[in-house]
Nanobody, 115 residues
Framework: QVQLVESGGGLVQAGGSLRLACAAS????????MGWYRQAPGKQRELVSQ???????NVADSVKGRFTISRDNAKNTVYLKMNSLKPEDTCVYYC?????????WGKGTLVTVSS
């Protein structure tokens, strides 16, 4: 079992920045990927960015050049630095961890970008 706790969401003006954090606990040695999804009201959850155990990352085209994923292995924490935020980035952001074919999810953190 893996437990995930997100933090760092909030309200920001367009053009501003936020950094989300996701702290993992439990069977962290089994995790092979961690990342972030987001979901706007009435829309499907979409992948934002992910980082694999070998350090490889990928990022959605919609946020490429603005969002950066990173991790601190000593703290078992993954970060999502979000720059140049746009109103369309307003979503609930969910942290996930992939472990042995099972995906674990955090409860989500709301990011609201005002125009």
């Amino acid at each position: 079992q893996v437990q995930l706790v997100e933090s760092g969401g909030g309200l920001v003006q367009a053009g501003g920045s936020l950094r989300l954090a996701c702290a993992a606990s439990g069977s962290i040695f089994t995790i092979n990927a961690m990342g972030w999804y987001r979901q706007a009201p009435g829309k499907q959850r979409e992948l934002v960015s992910q980082i694999f155990s070998n350090g490889r990352t990928n990022v959605a085209d919609s946020v490429k050049g603005r969002f950066t994923i990173s991790r601190d292995n000593a703290k078992n924490t993954v970060y999502l630095k979000m720059n140049s935020l746009k109103p369309e980035d307003t979503c609930v952001y969910y942290c996930y961890a992939g472990s042995g074919g099972v995906d674990y999810w955090g409860k989500g953190t709301l990011v609201t970008v005002s125009s």
